[in-house]
């Protein structure tokens, strides 16, 4: 269907205080004003869209040429400042192709429908797609004022609206990031039209892109109690007043790319991002899909030649806000990348620089690393801007977190004891913790290149630098802990591959597909694999190292277990709260959990790659079965009540926190009362594990492969072990065997939870039912000749299974103690 735009009729009169008196009628019509008259006394700013500010007002009003009209170009909508959590300052919430059109008296700014086209058809094929798919209006506006060949737009209302969802995000448990689920429950937040204005110092226009910034105010019945910690409040309880929150938002209209770029066609195997659509265009014998990547133009000035400097480079600025030596460790890190470019045939064809004085971050030049600050750790990402149209990257957006370095430092401290005698042991640990900052500003810009993570590069010699790294450690012969090499330096070798397979430029007369496939195949062979952690591949996994995933359990167990035995108040500086020890202790204590869950991978797992036909690769293969037992063996060691104890000497010197400090999320949870709950911090862990273990996923597939290959370890065979290891093993003594009875019924109710899962499947329940009963008869046999203990964990344990079976669907088991949060380190 074809919007019909009338011609606007009449005469536009100089003067607002003039009346014409109609020739026909005798009647008097309001004449408009002329543009220069309407907008007199406000700040005109030119640029891509012209626009006026009216101070007196706080009106913004916007000026479109007719040439603009039906003219699409770029909507960013970002969020410049935070709200202290992980959608914060940087965000970019979300970019999409827009056009302003006219109809009847109106101005709509609609959004075209490009995931669906027809690219090779002709303009009726074209227009057929076009009207079998709905557009969308986002905003209607009343002109202004219309003259000659442009309109005026009041454009206020649309820029202090909440366009991010934040209102509703910030009344659920914390800010999450745009687009993220919400959760029900809370307390709406609503933007204050009294309390919200432009922010026209952030507000102006350039040659290729114009920004605007709102001051939006939030309110809301603002109940969470202040605090600096986000363990459930979220973003007001960081506010000076949780009923009213004060954050910006920024919108950007940029203008769109030529095109000139050629896009690359996706291939899984490739390890970048990508953009698709349906093509109605495509031939029968074609899929309809069509992916291409999201990557850069990058052209070489000399076309032909082996290496040549870019036409124009890739060129990414670090945020002044960042203090030093971060902002040293940012600026190397992030240059790495110009030696994966060197790789591909470029000469400087990748930079970093600070950001100029008086730049804009938000501006559309500027692709910014931008420093964050959260009372907590979390999240760093990075963005590329695309062309939705091409998946060509126009700008880079990359988000730090100011947490994160101390997070690894924190980790460095338990393992090295900084504050004793060796007085350079705080350095080192400093020192790799800038290593880590380097390693994640060229992580977080790989992603605004267009590249995804690669978690089998950790089982490659570090090969990558989109994965995520562990601190490599190593134990010395005299019990002292190595951490020289705990983050690899420099951009990895897959970094290398990957980027020659998305940035090479091809001659005319070469044949691109052909190419880029030896360009894979070069990679595969020499070892260069790209996956996902999905949980079940035995070398894809996040926070870990090396490609033995059970021999590095069993060694960073060793490690932990050390370290724990010279644990001291030489973890922390004289002069702070013994209590405060805590916090050093938890990521020691749990120092080992990413590794739980790399060695969980390989139970139930499966060997496979992103293979495409004809490539050479190995499809699916099943994990051999002694290396599944000798995994299930390092897990239930891992929870054994040797491994969970935590000694005598760490215990004591850990009082309740002082008045003044308290708890907070990065703590562990327990029983106790304000004292170090021992036993509850074991039980986080040993849940953990076991709900590994006994994922419902993972549940299923050893049915399966057991069913298909009898030497698989099956489920029954998995179940009948945990049962002879937690509880049917040897009794323990005093504090052990209290963690030996707390690891009894964490895993009776994680078999109880999975047998009431609604997403497990029937033969999975069907399996833990029978198993569950097994483990009742013998409850039942043992009940009158076991211990105390014993006998009370087999009570309590028949009263669990009574409950479940009276109505197994209501069923909800109790949770055990939740670990503090482990990612991001």
Do not use: C
């Not at 939006?216 to 009923?243: H, I, V, Y």
């Not at 139930?604 to 037992?629: C, K, S």
């Not at 862990?685 to 030497?711: F, N, P, V």
Request: hydrophobic share 35%.
């Amino acid at each position: 269907m074809k919007l019909y735009i009338p011609v606007l009729a009449g005469l536009l009169i100089g003067n607002s205080g003039v009346f014409a008196q109609s020739s026909t009628a005798g009647q008097k019509i309001s004449a408009s004003p002329s543009l220069a008259v309407r907008t007199q006394g406000m700040n005109k700013n030119e640029g891509y869209f012209t626009f006026y500010y009216d101070e007196k007002e706080g009106r913004v009003l916007l000026e479109i040429p007719d040439k603009m009209l039906n003219k699409e170009f770029l909507y960013v909508n970002a969020m410049p400042e935070g709200g202290g959590g992980a959608g914060d300052r940087g965000t970019v919430g979300g970019y999409r192709i827009v056009k302003f059109i006219k109809v009847g008296p109106k101005i709509f700014l609609t959004l075209p429908n490009y995931d669906y086209r027809a690219d090779s058809g002709g303009e009726a094929e074209k227009k057929s797609v076009s009207e079998s798919f709905p557009q969308s209006v986002i905003w209607g506006f009343k002109p202004d004022l219309r003259e000659s060949d442009k309109t005026l737009i009041d454009i206020t209302s649309f820029l202090l609206r909440d366009s991010q969802n934040a209102g509703a995000r910030l009344g659920s448990s914390g800010f999450s990031r745009p687009g993220a689920p919400v959760a029900g429950g809370g307390n709406v937040y609503r933007v204050d039209e009294s309390r919200s204005a432009i922010a026209i110092e952030r507000t102006k226009s350039f040659p290729k892109n114009t920004e605007f910034e709102a001051l939006l105010t939030f309110a809301g019945a603002g109940t969470g109690e202040r605090s600096f910690f986000s363990g459930g409040p979220g973003t007001p309880a960081k506010a000076p007043d949780p009923g009213s929150i004060t954050l910006k938002n920024h919108h950007s209209f940029i203008e769109l790319p030529d095109q000139n770029y050629k896009p690359r066609a996706f291939d899984p195997r490739s390890g970048y991002n990508s953009m698709e659509y349906l093509d109605f265009s495509t031939a029968t014998d074609e899929p309809v899909l069509k992916k291409f990547i999201r990557r850069w133009r990058l052209e070489k000035k000399n076309p032909g030649a082996a290496k040549s400097e870019a036409v124009k480079p890739i060129v990414f600025y670090v945020d002044k806000g960042a203090p030093e030596p971060i902002r040293k460790a940012l600026i190397e890190g992030t240059s790495w990348w110009n030696d994966a470019f060197e790789a591909a045939g470029f000469i400087n064809a990748f930079q970093v620089k600070e950001l100029p004085d008086g730049a804009d971050p938000m501006d559309i030049r500027y692709s910014m690393i931008n420093w964050v600050h959260r009372p907590q750790r979390g999240f760093s990402n990075g963005i590329g801007i695309f062309d939705p149209r091409t998946g060509e990257i126009i700008k880079g957006q990359v988000t730090l977190g100011s947490m994160r370095d101390k997070q690894d430092f924190l980790i460095l401290q338990g393992l090295t004891q900084p504050y004793g005698d060796d007085k350079s042991a705080a350095k080192k640990a400093v020192d790799q913790a800038l290593a880590r900052m380097k390693q994640l500003a060229a992580h977080e810009v790989g992603h605004a290149l267009g590249m995804y993570h690669n978690h089998m590069s950790s089982s490659n010699d570090r090969s990558s630098v989109t994965d995520y790294p562990f601190p490599k450690i190593t134990m010395k012969a005299d019990g002292s802990m190595d951490i020289s090499e705990a983050y690899a330096k420099g951009i990895g070798s897959y970094d290398k591959r990957a980027i020659i397979w998305g940035y090479t430029e091809f001659g005319k007369n070469q044949n691109e597909k052909a190419e880029l496939d030896k360009i894979i195949r070069e990679s595969i062979r020499q070892g260069h694999i790209f996956m996902f952690d999905l949980g079940i591949h035995p070398n894809s996994a996040h926070w870990d190292n090396t490609n033995d995933a059970v021999t590095e359990l069993t060694r960073l167990m060793q490690i932990r277990k050390k370290a724990l035995s010279v644990f001291s108040e030489k973890t922390i500086p004289e002069g702070r709260p013994m209590a405060t020890m805590e916090e050093v202790l938890v990521p020691l204590y749990l120092l080992h959990r990413y590794q739980i869950e790399a060695a969980t991978n390989l139970l139930g797992g499966l060997d496979f790659r992103y293979a495409l036909r004809g490539d050479g690769q190995p499809v699916t293969g099943m994990i051999d079965p002694a290396q599944q037992w000798q995994a299930l063996d390092a897990l239930i060691s891992s929870i054994s009540a040797e491994e969970l104890a935590i000694p005598e000497s760490v215990i004591k010197n850990l009082p309740p926190y002082p008045i003044g400090y308290a708890r907070n999320q990065e703590n562990f949870k327990g029983y106790t009362g304000v004292t170090f709950d021992p036993v509850g911090a074991a039980e986080s862990l040993a849940g953990q594990t076991l709900s590994l273990i006994l994922d419902h996923e993972r549940a299923a597939r050893l049915l399966e492969y057991h069913g298909r290959d009898d030497k698989q370890p099956g489920l029954i065979s998995v179940i009948e072990k945990l049962n002879d290891k937690i509880w049917k093993a040897p009794a323990e003594k005093g504090y052990r065997a209290d963690l030996q009875s707390m690891v009894r019924k964490v895993y009776l109710k994680t078999l109880l939870g999975v047998a009431a899962q609604t997403g497990a499947s029937d033969n999975v329940k069907a399996t833990i039912l029978a198993q569950i009963d097994n483990l009742k008869v013998w409850m039942s046999d043992q009940k009158s000749t076991a211990d105390t203990r014993l006998k009370g964990d087999i009570l309590f344990s028949l009263l669990q299974i009574s409950q479940f079976e009276k109505d197994p669907d209501k069923f909800k088991p109790l949770q055990p103690a939740q670990m503090p949060a482990g990612p991001a380190i």
